[in-house]
C-alpha cells in the first residue's frame, strides 16, 4: 500500500516542466540505496547493544507508517504523516536525487514529504537533502562495524545520529 500511495503522490507532485526524467549517475544510485531505510535515533554511546536497542520494534514501526497513509495521497496529506520513532526515506526510482522523507514526531525541524538529494562527498558519505518545506540538511552515512548509521546536522547545528535499522527499496 505505501508503494500505491506514494507513487500516486508523486504523480500528483511533479510539475509538466519535470517530465522528462534526468538519468541517474552512479554516484546518486549508490546514494539512493545507501538513504532508503528506516532510520532510528542511537540513545548514548554507540554499541551493539544501543544499535540493537534502537532497531528493536523497526519492522512493527513500518507496519504503523504503512497504515498511517491517508487513502488520498496528496502533497498536503503527505505533509502530515510522520514515523513513529525513526526517520522514515524512501527514494523514487523514476526521479534519480527524489526521495520521500518521513521523519519521527520528535523531529519537528524536519518537514515531511516529498524532498530531494544529491551527493556532496560521496568518499566521506556527504549527501545534501532538501526537505518538503525546502529546508536545506547535512547527513552523513557510515558504518559502525557492519552497521549502517547517519548523522544528520540539525538546524541548531547540533548532531543527531540513527541507526539503519529496515532497508527500504526505491519505489
Not at 7 to 33: D, G, H, K, M, Y
Not at 78 to 104: M, S, T
Amino acid at each position: 500500500m505505501i508503494r500505491a500511495a506514494l507513487a500516486a503522490l508523486l504523480c500528483l507532485a511533479v510539475a509538466p516542466a519535470a517530465a522528462q526524467t534526468a538519468s541517474a549517475t552512479p554516484e546518486v544510485t549508490r546514494a539512493s540505496n545507501a538513504i532508503g531505510a528506516l532510520w532510528r535515533p542511537i540513545e548514548g554511546p554507540i554499541t551493539a547493544e544501543s544499535v540493537r536497542a534502537a532497531c528493536a520494534g523497526a519492522s512493527e514501526e513500518l507496519q504503523a507508517l504503512d497504515a498511517a497513509m491517508p487513502s488520498e495521497l496528496t502533497p498536503e496529506s503527505a505533509a502530515r504523516v510522520r514515523g513513529l520513532r525513526g526517520l522514515h526515506v524512501i527514494p523514487v526510482a523514476e526521479r534519480p536525487g527524489a526521495a520521500y522523507f518521513f521523519p519521527p514526531l520528535g523531529m519537528t525541524w524536519f518537514t515531511p514529504g516529498l524532498g530531494a538529494f544529491s551527493v556532496i562527498n560521496e568518499a566521506e558519505g556527504f549527501i545534501g537533502i532538501r526537505d518538503a518545506g525546502g529546508q536545506e540538511l547535512a547527513f552523513q552515512l557510515g558504518r559502525a562495524g557492519t552497521h549502517p548509521m547517519l548523522r544528520i546536522r540539525k538546524p541548531d547545528q547540533s548532531i543527531v545520529t540513527l541507526a539503519g535499522c529496515q532497508p527500504i527499496a526505491p519505489l
